[in-house]
Nanobody, 117 residues
């Protein structure tokens, strides 16, 4: 399975971006049963969890994005999304998608989000 993340870019504070993560080489049953997540890593900081969505579409968010970010998934497209609104300069980071399935983590290559003040 290869995870391909896209949608990053440069945006002004208060703006929005939508990230996408497509699981290539994944069959529908595998993707549908996996937990999908988004993490981020800012320069000089450790990678941190942003949001997760289970196979049953239960979601969980880090406190610092609650009310601003929304995670979703489209199993037919093998794709997870992260809608990011009201972006802040502190949200600047490389965002990584994660797929957790059968006790194994799969990671995408990351997509850079830069929020200017």
């Amino acid at each position: 399975v290869q995870l391909q993340a896209s949608g990053g870019g440069l945006v002004q504070a208060g703006g929005s971006l939508r990230l996408s993560c497509t699981a290539r080489g994944s069959i529908l049953s595998t993707f549908s049963s996996a937990v999908m997540g988004w993490y981020r890593q800012a320069p000089g900081k450790q990678r941190e969890l942003v949001a997760t969505i289970t196979s049953g579409r239960s979601t969980d968010y880090a406190d610092f994005v609650k009310g601003r970010f929304t995670i979703s998934r489209d199993n037919a497209k093998r794709t997870a999304y992260l809608q990011m609104n009201s972006l802040k300069p502190d949200d600047t980071a490389v965002y990584y998608c994660n797929m957790y399935w059968a006790s194994r983590d799969y990671w995408g290559q990351g997509t850079l989000v830069t929020v200017s003040s």
